[in-house]
């Protein structure tokens, strides 16, 4: 069984598209993350939920809204996709504050042509 | 604000040679602090962690990582390199508080393992 799970693992879509990445995790953790890594393979914090309470939202643009239905699941929302959103979207999950680390999902490859 | 330098950005080593990455943070308190590894195409998965106690820790793959508050580093050590550790390695820090759960990556180190 895949502890954290996201789909789709490849996404193309043209400039201006709405796409929604889906994120669940069968470990019973109780909050979860999405994190970017760019072109240079830079992971960078977008948000992260407690229990699907907001905690952590970084300087994102605010076309990036994430949902969590319930402690086991994290969407991400895109809306009027950009070039510049060309990464991958990795979606992680711990329990607690981080002090134990993450499990990280495989990524979801973000394409915009 | 937390931040994590891995100075060196590829490493290659042969197979059977000892392996050292290194990795400095900056962070006001006592911090987190972690290993994930990345072959291509897949998601990170955590070698060790460090949060108190023993500051030489254990971790998988044979993989260990020590401490140093003094220096401010935390660097990954195997005295054997596989062929199969290849992969691009990445340093992070963690902190609570009002960053509760966030981890701060560097930059990764490219390890390529020769024959």
């Known amino acids: 069984d895949t502890a954290v799970s996201q789909t789709p693992k490849y996404l193309v879509t043209q400039m201006g598209n709405d796409k929604s990445i889906k994120c669940e995790q069968n470990l019973g953790h109780d909050t979860m993350y999405w994190y970017k890594q760019d072109s240079k393979k830079f992971l960078k914090i977008m948000f992260s939920?407690?229990?699907?309470?907001?905690?952590i939202n970084e300087t994102v643009p605010n076309r990036f809204s994430p949902k969590s239905p319930d402690k086991a699941h994290l969407n991400l929302h895109i809306n009027s996709l950009e070039l510049g959103d060309s990464a991958v979207y990795f979606c992680?999950?711990?329990?607690?504050?981080?002090?134990?680390?993450?499990?990280f999902g495989s990524g979801t490859r973000l394409t915009v042509v | 604000a937390q931040s994590v330098t891995q100075p060196d950005i590829h490493i290659t080593v042969s197979e059977g040679a000892s392996l050292e990455l290194r990795c400095n943070y900056s962070y006001g308190a006592t911090p987190y602090l972690f290993w994930y590894v990345q072959s291509p195409g897949q998601g990170l998965q955590l070698l060790l962690k460090?949060?108190?106690?023993?500051?030489l820790v254990q971790g998988i793959k044979g993989f260990e990582a020590e401490f140093k508050r003094s220096q401010s580093s935390f660097n990954l050590r195997k005295p054997s390199v596989h062929w199969s550790d290849a992969a691009e390695y990445f340093c992070?820090?963690?902190?609570?508080?009002?960053?509760?759960?966030?981890?701060?990556f560097g930059q990764g180190t490219i390890l390529t393992v020769h024959p």
């Open positions: 992680a999950s711990s329990q607690g504050d981080s002090s134990y680390g993450y499990t």
């Open positions: 460090y949060f108190s106690g023993d500051t």
């Open positions: 992070a820090v963690g902190a609570g508080g009002t960053s509760y759960g966030k981890l701060t």
């Open positions: 939920y407690n229990n699907k309470e907001l905690i």
